[in-house]
């Protein structure tokens, strides 16, 4: 079975500062990971996924994540936040077989003071 | 345009009244899920389905029934609703070969 733990259920950052989002994930095989982001009263939204190669793997907006396997982690990283980003991020993993399942995270809601 | 959307977008429902929540697509995705989310358990996945005609159970699928009549909708059925189904109802479609899934905005149901 797949999981997913998102240790930081919130997470608060003035403007321009830097952030981290933390995602641990368990998976026996290779994992597909991805982040999506959930604006108020929305549905959720793809950042950023990874399959293969470049660990460290860009998205939308000037987000990146970072796939280090010995640490079964997938960091979301941004070097500088906009109050524009205040949303909810999840986390979640697949075992990447064609219609395989997204197992998410329980999420991380995301404060940025202006 | 929104290619997935769901309706009723908020619903108060009785207890022991049958609640469907509709789904459509304009993706032509093969693939199609219901997720329900509640705080603190971010979102989990209650049935779905690979084409028309077929429905799988997800991780918690008890007290929930799901419909596949064509490729662009997918139904989740509350037989008898119950306050413990009180949530927010997210349908999605996917593409086969990437995994990425395309969220509908959300229903909110209310079970009283």
């Known amino acids: 079975a797949q999981s997913v733990t998102q240790p930081d259920a919130r997470v608060t950052v003035s403007e321009g500062a830097s952030l981290q989002l933390r995602c641990k994930y368990s998976?026996?095989?290779?994992?597909?990971l991805f982040w999506y982001v959930q604006y108020p009263r929305q549905g959720l939204q793809l950042l950023l996924k990874y399959y293969s190669g470049d660990p460290v793997v860009q998205g939308v907006n000037g987000f990146e994540a970072e796939f280090i396997k010995s640490n079964s982690s997938f960091h979301l990283r941004k070097a500088s936040v906009h109050w524009s980003d205040s949303a909810v991020y999840f986390c979640a993993v697949s075992a990447g077989n064609a219609g395989a399942k997204l197992t998410f995270g329980g999420g991380t809601r995301l404060t940025v003071r202006p | 345009e929104a290619a997935v959307t769901q309706s009723p977008r908020n619903k108060v429902a009785v207890t022991g009244g049958k609640v469907t929540l509709s789904c459509n697509q304009t993706?032509?995705?093969?693939?199609m899920y219901w997720y329900r989310q509640d705080t603190g358990h971010g979102l989990r996945l209650i049935h779905y389905?690979?084409?028309?005609?077929?429905?799988e159970k997800g991780d918690i699928p008890d007290g929930y029934k799901a419909s596949r009549p064509s490729q662009e909708n997918f139904s989740l059925i509350l037989e008898l609703a119950t306050p413990s189904q009180t949530s927010v109802y997210f349908c999605a479609s996917g593409d086969v070969g990437g995994n990425t899934l395309y969220f509908g905005e959300g229903s909110r149901l209310i079970v009283v």
């Open positions: 998976y026996s095989g290779t994992p597909y």
């Open positions: 993706n032509n995705h093969n693939n």
């Open positions: 389905s690979y084409g028309a005609g077929s429905t």
